[in-house]
């Protein structure tokens, strides 16, 4: 059975930086595209990062320059490094893997989905 957990999350100021990382189990997804998205309070779940089979990362403009998606294939563990955060960063943040190496920012390419872990930015 697949599993992608999350965790990282927790409560940060303004300016802060948090990592989540997602480690993947039942399968291995080193040549598969992997995800990030978040969903706020209200509103829909948005798309915030990916990063292919081949290692080619894709951002939200609003995360651009100051997130960072990465992998460490031997651990089937994706991170997303967050750095200058602010208030309207927070939001669940969920990772998600696709069968295919090729992913992208719509959510419905993308297979297995995580629980979720909460981030809280305030200001």
């Known amino acids: 059975q697949v599993q992608l957990r999350e965790s990282g999350g927790g409560l940060v100021q303004a300016g802060g930086s948090l990592r989540l990382s997602c480690a993947a189990s039942g399968r291995t997804f080193t040549r598969n595209a992997m995800g990030w998205f978040r969903q706020a309070p209200g509103r829909e779940r948005e798309f915030v990062a990916s990063?292919?089979?081949?290692?080619?990362?894709t951002y939200a403009d609003s995360v651009k320059g100051r997130f960072t998606i990465s992998r460490d294939n031997p651990k089937n563990t994706v991170y997303l490094q967050m750095n200058s955060l602010k208030p309207e960063d927070t939001a669940a943040y969920y990772c998600?893997?696709?069968?295919?190496?090729?992913?992208?920012?719509?959510?419905?390419?993308?297979?297995?989905w995580g629980q979720g872990t909460q981030v809280t930015v305030s200001s």
């Open positions: 990063i292919s089979g081949i290692g080619i990362t």
């Open positions: 998600a893997a696709d069968s295919s190496p090729f992913g992208g920012s719509y959510s419905r390419a993308y297979d297995y």
